[in-house]
């Protein structure tokens, strides 16, 4: 399942076994070989969809992990970008991959829990890949409320999500196999490792991102291709802070 060089099955298996915030310490120096980390055309289309948008000066990628979202925020600010996480071993391979200096924003890096940022009303974007999981249905509103307040009036925070697989295929049953496991292990083994895939359902995300605050809106990722039925494969939500 893992890239050439990535994580042997015993580091998965010692990883699923830690907590989320040390199985992702041990995981960080081989995340980028692993089918974990968010693919480039997925990075491309919203990088092209966030241009559009624009422009941005500033901007913050939630749970930026190996800084994979950083690199778009690049691309589509002006002036600053920063990357929170709190995995200080992702947050170490994310400053080895984006070393200070040379053109474009500046970036930085923090190291904090998001359901508490450490941020006013400083940013005109922020964005997030494949973090949501990692989190459980009653802490999303909480999620939600914190970028919206490290988010000044009128700005925009983004993130794909995909269409989910057709009841009854093979990617259904291994995401539902996936849930159902990882519910099990946390049963019975402490501490704990969140991470569900199918907890993560658009139209919650849709009402707790309007709670919060938020104006939304859904914009489909043409480049990402459509489904049998002739529906987006993956949608940008786009929340955006009116006042």
């Not at 700005?155 to 794909?160: N, S, T």
């Not at 907890?199 to 919060?212: C, I, K, S, Y």
Request: hydrophobic fraction near 40%; charge should be positive; proline fraction near 7%.
């Amino acid at each position: 399942m893992s890239a050439e060089q990535g994580p042997t099955v015993r580091e998965l298996a010692v990883q699923a076994l830690s907590s989320t915030e040390r199985g992702y310490d041990l995981l960080a120096p081989k995340f980028d070989r692993t089918p974990y980390r968010t693919p480039d055309r997925v990075l491309d289309a919203v990088t092209r969809a966030v241009r559009e948008l624009g422009p941005f000066d500033t901007g913050l990628d939630v749970c930026c992990g190996t800084g994979a979202g950083v690199a778009v925020l690049r691309q589509t600010c002006r002036e600053r970008a920063v990357g929170v996480d709190f995995s200080a071993g992702m947050l170490a391979e994310a400053r080895a991959a984006f070393p200070s200096g040379g053109e474009g924003p500046a970036v930085h890096w923090v190291r904090a829990d998001v359901r508490s940022l450490p941020f006013g009303p400083a940013f005109d974007l922020a964005l997030s890949f494949g973090a949501f999981g990692h989190f459980l249905p009653a802490e999303r509103f909480g999620l939600f409320a914190e970028v919206y307040g490290s988010l000044r009036p009128g700005g925009q925070f983004v993130f794909p999500i995909g269409a989910p697989p057709p009841v009854g295929s093979r990617a259904y049953w291994s995401l539902l196999g996936f849930d159902a496991a990882m519910r099990v292990r946390n049963a019975l083994w402490r501490p704990r490792f969140i991470m569900y895939y199918r907890t993560f359902r658009l139209g919650d995300v849709l009402e707790d991102l309007t709670q919060a605050g938020f104006a939304v809106r859904l914009q489909p990722l043409a480049r990402l291709g459509r489904r049998t039925d002739g529906s987006p494969r993956a949608r940008l939500v786009v929340a955006t802070r009116e006042r």
